[in-house]
Nanobody
Framework: QVQLVESGGGLVQPGGSLRLSCAIS????????IGWFRQAPGERREFVAG???????LYTDSVKGRFTISRDNARNTVSLQMNSRKPEDTGVYFC?????????WGRGTQVTVSS
């Protein structure tokens, strides 16, 4: 059974940094792209960053230059380093993997950017 568990969320001041982790079990993630998404209160879930099986990174425009996604295949984890946080980065952050057209999501971790 594929499971994803996010961690590392919390409260951070504007301009601060936070690092999220996504631990994946039940599958060897070497062959799959992994993505991070977020959902602000009352908003749709949106793509934030992704990394392909080859390590190619992709970011939504609003986080380019501030966020960095990385994968550790040996530990089956994907991380999201978030710097220069802004209030609009607030939301629940989810990681996702797609395996043979099926999407697997974690339960999310709350990130709040506030002074």
């Amino acid at each position: 059974q594929v499971q994803l568990v996010e961690s590392g969320g919390g409260l951070v001041q504007p301009g601060g940094s936070l690092r999220l982790s996504c631990a994946i079990s039940g599958v060897t993630m070497d062959y799959y792209a992994i993505g991070w998404f977020r959902q602000a209160p009352g908003e749709r879930r949106e793509f934030v960053a992704g990394v392909s099986s080859a390590g190619v990174e992709l970011y939504t425009d609003s986080v380019k230059g501030r966020f960095t996604i990385s994968r550790d295949n040996a530990r089956n984890t994907v991380s999201l380093q978030m710097n220069s946080r802004k209030p609009e980065d607030t939301g629940v952050y989810f990681c996702k993997v797609q395996i043979r057209r099926a999407d697997y999501w974690g339960r999310g971790t709350q990130v709040t950017v506030s002074s």
